[in-house]
């Protein structure tokens, strides 16, 4: 299955007649949303990214990520034409409290959010989905299929994460475009369902 706008083809052109929806991709701190945003985005995304310095020692616990030496300060931004008729605008927001604030503003408007998570660091996911329940958004959580990452029984984690059984939960690897292309698919026919209403 291709992608319109992947393999080097021209991103597609927006006529004005598509629908567009803005989404909300959250997780915790090297949850994978910069990748995840950039790997579907079919225009040039928008990076915030940093390089972390010593000053965020003991603030960002990037303990057990030791290839991460970035991070995101303010958003990631890209454009997906999920269909031919539907275009997504993906806003990730930031995943260290410091920068929740960040994430509200950049909830505002939303239709809904992809929260994704790392199951190595399962705890640091509990505050987000605290927030965006605070925020009344219907949200779809994806579990990003980090390499060498604990794998656990659906029910073991929507137990863990105290999911309702009306929320999605699903398993993507962001770094391919398909994988994460299927994991909006879900959230948006959750979001186009009565039970997802708030």
Same mark, same amino acid.
Request: proline residues 7%; charged residues 20%.
């Given at each position: ?23 909300? #991709? ?10 995840? #945003? ?139 475009? #398909? ?20």
């Amino acid at each position: 299955m291709s992608l319109p706008g992947f393999n080097g083809s021209k991103s597609p052109i927006l006529r004005g007649d598509e629908r567009t929806a803005k989404v909300l #991709v959250a997780g915790h701190f090297g949850a994978g949303k910069t990748t995840f #945003v950039h790997g579907l985005s079919q225009i040039a995304p928008v990076s915030t990214e940093e390089v972390m310095t010593s000053a965020g020692e003991g603030i960002d616990d990037h303990a057990g990520l030791p290839q991460k030496t970035t991070t995101t300060v303010a958003m990631d931004f890209g454009r997906l034409h999920l269909a031919d008729d539907l275009v997504l605008y993906l806003f990730g927001a930031p995943g260290q409290p410091r920068f929740f604030t960040i994430l509200k503003d950049l909830a505002y408007g939303a239709l809904g959010a992809l929260v994704l998570t790392d199951t190595r660091r399962l705890q640091e996911t509990y505050p987000i989905l605290e927030l965006i329940e605070q925020l009344h958004m219907p949200y779809a959580v994806a579990v990003n299929a980090f390499d060498g990452a604990p794998v656990h029984p659906e029910p073991r984690l929507r137990q863990v994460m105290d999911l309702a059984v009306t929320t999605p939960l699903v398993t993507c690897d962001a770094r391919e475009p #398909v994988s994460s292309r299927n994991a909006l698919i879900v959230l948006i026919r959750h979001l186009l369902t009565p039970e997802s209403a708030r």
